[in-house]
């Protein structure tokens, strides 16, 4: 899980260091459908927009990073 993930880099490299699934939320549609775009053949790499304080997830995550938030 990427919380403030903006264009999805570290999204795509948990997936490129073996991440089963990758999870990113950025409140920016902007940042959203670069994400989307740059890893649109990646499975398992989805991408939410929306406030990182207030998204409702349905599972548990093994790490939570916040890269950008404090930006």
Do not use: P
């Not at 264009?7 to 459908?33: C, E, L, N, P, Q």
């Not at 499975?43 to 939410?48: A, K, M």
């Amino acid at each position: 899980m990427a919380l403030a993930c903006r264009d999805g880099h570290y999204g795509r490299r948990f997936h490129a260091r073996g991440a089963k699934k990758v999870t990113g939320v950025d409140i920016s549609t902007g940042m959203i459908s670069l994400a989307q775009k740059w890893s649109k053949n990646l499975e398992n790499v989805n991408f939410i927009c929306g406030d990182a304080r207030l998204v409702k997830l349905d599972q548990k995550y093994d790490i939570v990073t916040a890269i950008y938030e404090l930006c």
